[in-house]
């Protein structure tokens, strides 16, 4: 007698939503790095304004600052229980970012700082030789019913610099 083995049925709450894209170090591939980002979490049905921030400014400090001629920079999102993971990582590891106080007639300077207001932490976590990736967390309203995907916390953080509740 020939047996089929079927595959159990996938739980929802079993499932990791992820988001992954390599882009130009260029101020279009930050501008796409920020619409691609919002069409994405747009179809899995979860907020989009402040996520959409965070990666503007880390994918413009990407493009900017940790650019090198002929490499990428890739963007990823993910969602593990009530958090939204955004990662973008380069290839200038030795160009790690700090949140700076700008003079007030200064026309940039201020994207970190908006990223520590708007995240729920943040922080960088270091290569491989040469990369590294500027990463924030944002939490996930229960209003929106979100279904959960993945355990609870648990995300990998590396080595950090940044906010830390």
Not at 86 to 106: L, Y
Not at 145 to 151: A, D, K, Y
Request: proline share 10%; glycine share 10%.
């Amino acid at each position: 007698m020939n047996q089929e083995t079927a595959e159990p049925p996938v739980q929802p709450d079993c499932l990791i939503r992820n988001f992954s894209i390599q882009l130009s170090p260029t101020p279009r591939g930050a501008r796409l790095a920020r619409l691609l980002a919002t069409e994405q979490l747009r179809t899995w049905g979860l907020p989009f304004e402040t996520p959409a921030h965070i990666v503007g400014e880390l994918a413009a400090n990407a493009a900017t600052h940790g650019r090198v001629p002929g490499r990428d920079f890739r963007l990823t999102l993910y969602v593990v229980g009530d958090t939204l993971r955004i990662e973008v990582t380069d290839t200038h590891g030795d160009r790690v970012p700090r949140v700076q106080q700008p003079s007030a007639d200064c026309e940039s300077g201020r994207g970190l700082a908006l990223v520590d207001a708007l995240s729920r932490r943040w922080g960088v976590s270091r290569g491989p030789a040469p990369r590294k990736t500027v990463w924030a967390e944002v939490a996930l309203p229960p209003e929106h019913g979100i279904p959960r995907f993945g355990g609870a916390g648990g995300l990998s953080q590396g080595t950090r610099e940044g906010k830390d509740p």
